[in-house]
T-cell receptor, first 114, second 113 residues
């Protein structure tokens, strides 16, 4: 079955350290991959997406994600974490079928410790 | 407007009452989605509209839930005979097409007493 997984419910990182939020997927065909962020009491905001081209995608707020086809992963990264990066992060993937649609992972809560 | 808007921002209702939640998508976006999010958890897909096609209702949890989209723009999610387990944040999103980037509204926080 086509799916997207975020294996970590929560990630804790010290401020200034690099951060990684993991995402793996299983889809038919070439994947379209997305990352969204949700700050407290807010709707989701688009961060970045991979459709084709360079495997390293740069997005908003200094985030980037690396598409790895062999590992079917699309991990979100940032070289130096800020306390303000603390939020809920969602990975999403396009799935093909009779009706193409986008499905979301369960989310990973990122805590940046001062 | 510049983004997706939802109203009301908060709704408190009594068990058994009906509620209507409204979503105004970004102008020109043909795709519109409704999701439910409980207690800061993951997104639960509810329903999806694409242009004039029949909506994808596969995520609606019960027949108490329904939604319509008038004129390919504004959408209303209706919950009949609300139950306490319906308490959640209801998020609306729109996109240019079904596989394009989704832009989310701020959500409606529904509390059923």
């Amino acid at each position: 079955a086509q799916s997207v997984a975020q294996p970590e419910d929560q990630v804790n990182v010290a401020e200034g350290n690099p951060l990684t939020v993991k995402c793996t997927y299983s889809v038919s065909g070439n994947p379209y991959l997305f990352w969204y962020v949700q700050y407290p009491n807010r709707g989701l905001q688009f961060l970045l997406k991979y459709i084709t081209g360079d495997n390293l995608v740069k997005g908003s707020y200094g985030f980037e994600a690396e598409f790895n086809k062999s590992q079917t992963s699309f991990h979100l990264k940032k070289p130096s974490a800020l306390v303000s990066d603390s939020a809920l992060y969602f990975c999403a993937v396009r799935v093909l079928g009779r009706d193409d649609k986008i499905i979301f992972g369960k989310g990973t809560r990122l805590h940046i410790l001062p | 407007g510049a983004g997706v808007s939802q109203s009301p921002s908060n709704k408190v209702t009594e068990k058994g009452k009906d509620v209507e939640l409204r979503c105004d998508p970004i102008s020109g976006h043909t795709a519109l989605y409704w999701y439910r999010q409980s207690l800061g958890q993951g997104l639960e897909f509810l329903i999806y509209f694409q242009g004039n096609s029949a909506p994808d209702k596969s995520g609606l949890p019960s027949d108490r839930f329904s939604a319509e989209r008038t004129g390919g723009s504004v959408s209303t999610l209706t919950i009949q005979r609300t139950q306490q387990e319906d308490s959640a944040v209801y998020l609306c999103a729109s996109s240019l097409s079904r596989t394009d980037t989704q832009y989310f509204g701020p959500g409606t926080r529904l509390t059923v007493l």
